[in-house]
């Protein structure tokens, strides 16, 4: 989709950091970054948000969040704990209709809500 911001990342029209890269997910640092890691998974087709992409593609679901296990690792945070953060709609704070997986990490994290 032209005019989704995620896409045109995956599409490299837009500049981000990359940390990760696989055949159906792409991992960037978040440009406004709430904890020390904290680094956004997208798959690399667009859909919605995450339950829409259960429902068009289940299997990069399971990319997505084998991918962050990586990402984890490689930011240090395998061990010492993360949050995997699927916001899903507006009440949620989801200001990106591109379905994303936040990896955040480095710090101890406070409630969910
Ligand atoms: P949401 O609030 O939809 O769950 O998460 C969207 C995330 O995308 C936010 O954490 C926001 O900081 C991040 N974001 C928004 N625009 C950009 C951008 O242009 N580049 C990067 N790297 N992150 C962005
Ligand atoms: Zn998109």
């Not at 995997?84 to 209709?97: C, E, H, I, K, P």
């Not at 379905?99 to 969910?112: D, E, I, Q, S, T």
């Amino acid at each position: 989709m032209s005019d989704c911001l995620f896409c045109r990342i995956v599409a490299r029209e837009i500049p981000a950091t990359v940390v990760h890269e696989t055949d159906t997910t792409l991992a960037f640092r978040d440009i406004a970054p709430q904890a020390p890691t904290h680094v956004v998974l997208v798959p690399k087709t667009h859909a919605g948000d995450a339950v829409a992409l259960a429902a068009a593609a289940p299997g990069v679901l399971d990319d997505l969040f084998l991918a962050a296990g990586e990402v984890a690792k490689a930011e240090g945070v395998a061990e010492s704990g993360y949050r995997l953060l699927f916001n899903t709609g507006a009440d949620a704070g989801q200001t990106v209709f591109h379905a994303h997986l936040h990896v955040l990490g480095g710090r101890r994290l406070g409630p969910l809500a």
